[in-house]
């Protein structure tokens, strides 16, 4: 199938901080509420849609126990979380961008959260279901210069993002992901034609993590009200447009590279037009193109 092995498709010259990839946004808050809920789908069938990048947030309970996080709300236990990672690494041969970390603290008017993580928890869990020794990537010294091809070559199937580097196996690598709430809080009209502007303060030696979900924030004009997946109806017919304005501009067009969202497994018709930027961008395998093109409908 072709959503579990498009990066076959790409030129060993690419380097991986300018490939146009899928990924998600809360990606494994699966069976969370209407609140909380980013994704409706499991880490696996988000891979089988061509997503490439993982945005995992955790906390731990009293018991030191680790859970999925959405800020309060508790999600899935991290272990089912990780077993789904084992079941891609199994089957695939791609690479993948995964960001974990302890979700962050945050401040909702007067009130101060704060959450914790069990370091050693998961480290087992890396150890157990991610064989680390093996397709972790760990020199990311020189990431900006490191091609699909070089890691092909390696045999490396994952990087372990961590701006602490507190997991075993974590880095610290240059990874762009800008949000703010006055921004992400907008409505999609607005939104669509503001959200551009991170493109031109991206870091051209980083990771760079497009965000296109909006965001229910207090104080703005989407408000606290509204669930996630009703804001996602709302920026969905906008989505293609958004893609256009990328390609359109050659500058973004070069710094296209992880582009997230909610419900990104829903259909395909988000990871189809940001693969489309490949096309343009003139990375895919000559004698490809026309295969790569049908896949997606181009």
């Known amino acids: 199938m072709f959503y579990k092995n498009w990066m076959s498709y790409i030129k060993d010259d690419t380097k991986i901080t300018r ?8 990606s494994s808050t699966i069976r969370m509420n209407k609140f909380a809920c980013c994704q409706k789908d499991s880490l696996y069938e988000q891979y089988e849609h061509g997503l490439r990048m ?8 009293k018991k030191g126990r680790l859970f999925v996080a959405h800020g309060l709300v508790k999600g899935i236990p991290a272990e089912e979380m990780f077993r789904d990672l084992k079941r891609i690494l199994d089957e695939s041969n791609e690479f993948f961008i995964i960001s974990l970390q302890t979700y962050m603290n945050q401040a ?13 928890e998961a480290n087992r869990l890396i150890r157990k279901y991610l064989n680390p020794e093996k397709y972790a990537l760990t020199d990311v010294s020189d990431i900006a210069n490191l091609t699909i091809g070089d890691l092909r ?3 490396k199937k994952y990087v372990l993002i961590n701006g602490k580097s507190e997991y075993d196996f974590s880095v610290n690598c240059p990874f762009d992901y800008p949000w703010a709430a006055d921004v992400y809080g907008l409505s ?14 991206v870091r051209d030696d980083s990771f760079f993590g497009f965000q296109t979900q909006l965001t229910p924030n207090p104080g703005t004009e989407n408000g606290w009200l509204k669930w996630p997946d009703d804001l ?40 189809n037009e940001i693969l489309s930027l490949n096309l343009l961008k003139g990375i895919v395998k000559d004698e490809l193109r026309e295969e790569y093109a049908m896949a997606i409908g181009r």
């Open 153 to 155: 070559k390696a045999g």
């Open 232 to 271: 996602d109806k709302m920026i969905r017919p906008y989505f293609s447009q958004i893609i256009s304005d990328i390609a359109s501009d050659p500058l973004k067009l070069d710094r296209a590279n992880i582009i997230v969202g909610d419900f990104m497994a829903q259909d395909y018709m988000k990871s």
């Open 54 to 61: 993982f945005d995992l947030r955790i906390k731990a309970d």
């Open 108 to 120: 909702i008017g007067p009130i101060r959260l704060s959450y914790n993580s069990n370091t050693a």
């Open 19 to 26: 490939i146009a990839t899928p990924g998600s946004h809360n």
């Open 188 to 201: 999609p009209e607005k939104f669509s034609k503001v959200i551009f502007k991170y493109f031109d303060e």
